[in-house]
T-cell receptor
Framework: AQSVTQLDSQVPVFEEAPVELRCNYSSSVSVYLFWYVQYPNQGLQLLLKYLSGSTLVKGINGFEAEFNKSQTSFHLRKPSVHISDTAEYFCAVRLGGGSQGNLIFGKGTKLSVKP | EAGVAQSPRYKIIEKRQSVAFWCNPISGHATLYWYQQILGQGPKLLIQFQNNGVVDDSQLPKDRFSAERLKGVDSTLKIQPAKLEDSAVYLC?????????????FGPGTRLTVL
C-alpha cells in the first residue's frame, strides 16, 4: 500500500525567503502526486499535480515541485514567499495506471511566514 | 462557477447524539467524496460515490456512520451515535469523472465537536 511522509510538521520562514516543503512517498507501482494548500477554516485547494512527463511541475501562486522517482520524493518549492502563503500544505499520492485507488494524504506541513 | 457547498460549518453535540452533514458538489461532477480530517492529520477518505452508487466505503465505520447520495447530486453523511473520537472536520469533495488523474475540489468542511 502506498503512503506519504511529510518530513516537517512546521516550517517558519521570513517573508521573501525561499522555502522547500519536503514530501516522500512509498509505492511499488506508478503513482500520481499532488500538493494541496489549506488556509485557516477553508477546504483544500489544489496547488499542482504530477501525472507524467516533465518532472518539474509548476503550479499556482508561484509554487513548483519536482518529482524524483529514484528518491521517491515530490518536494514543493517557492523562491520567495509572502505573508499570504501562511497555510497548511498537504502532499498526497494516488495509484496510477488506471487504478481506482484512493487519494492518500500526508499529515501536513504548517508554513508560517513572518514579516 | 459555484464551488462545493457544505452545511453546517460548525456543530457541537454530546456523545451518543446523532448528527448529519450535507454536501452539494460542483454541478456536473459525477464523483463525490467524504473525508474525515482529525486535528493534526491529513484527510482520510470515508466514502466515495460515483453518481448515486458507492465505489469505496472500506474505511467507513459502518456501525455508526452512514452516507447516501440518492439522486446522484447532493449527499448526506450521518453519525449515530457519536463518540468523542469522531471530533474532526468532515470534508466533502467532488471531481468530474472520478479518474485518478482528476482534480478533487473540496468544500469548506464541517467542524464537529463531540463533548
Amino acid at each position: 500500500a502506498q503512503s506519504v511522509t511529510q518530513l516537517d510538521s512546521q516550517v517558519p520562514v521570513f517573508e521573501e525567503a525561499p522555502v522547500e516543503l519536503r514530501c516522500n512517498y512509498s509505492s511499488s507501482v506508478s503513482v500520481y502526486l499532488f500538493w494541496y494548500v489549506q488556509y485557516p477554516n477553508q477546504g483544500l485547494q489544489l496547488l499542482l499535480k504530477y501525472l507524467s512527463g516533465s518532472t518539474l511541475v509548476k503550479g499556482i501562486n508561484g509554487f513548483e515541485a519536482e518529482f524524483n522517482k529514484s528518491q521517491t520524493s515530490f518536494h514543493l518549492r517557492k523562491p520567495s514567499v509572502h505573508i499570504s502563503d501562511t497555510a497548511e500544505y498537504f502532499c498526497a499520492v494516488r495509484l496510477g495506471g488506471g487504478s481506482q485507488g484512493n487519494l492518500i494524504f500526508g499529515k501536513g506541513t504548517k508554513l508560517s511566514v513572518k514579516p | 462557477e459555484a464551488g462545493v457547498a457544505q452545511s453546517p460549518r460548525y456543530k457541537i453535540i454530546e456523545k451518543r447524539q446523532s448528527v448529519a452533514f450535507w454536501c452539494n458538489p460542483i454541478s456536473g461532477h459525477a464523483t463525490l467524496y467524504w473525508y474525515q480530517q482529525i486535528l493534526g492529520q491529513g484527510p482520510k477518505l470515508l466514502i466515495q460515490f460515483q453518481n448515486n452508487g458507492v465505489v469505496d466505503d472500506s474505511q467507513l465505520p459502518k456501525d455508526r456512520f452512514s452516507a447516501e447520495r440518492l439522486k446522484g447530486v447532493d449527499s448526506t453523511l450521518k453519525i449515530q451515535p457519536a463518540k468523542l473520537e469522531d471530533s474532526a472536520v468532515y470534508l466533502c469533495a467532488s471531481s468530474f469523472r472520478g479518474f485518478a488523474t482528476d482534480t478533487q475540489y473540496f468544500g469548506p468542511g464541517t467542524r464537529l465537536t463531540v463533548l
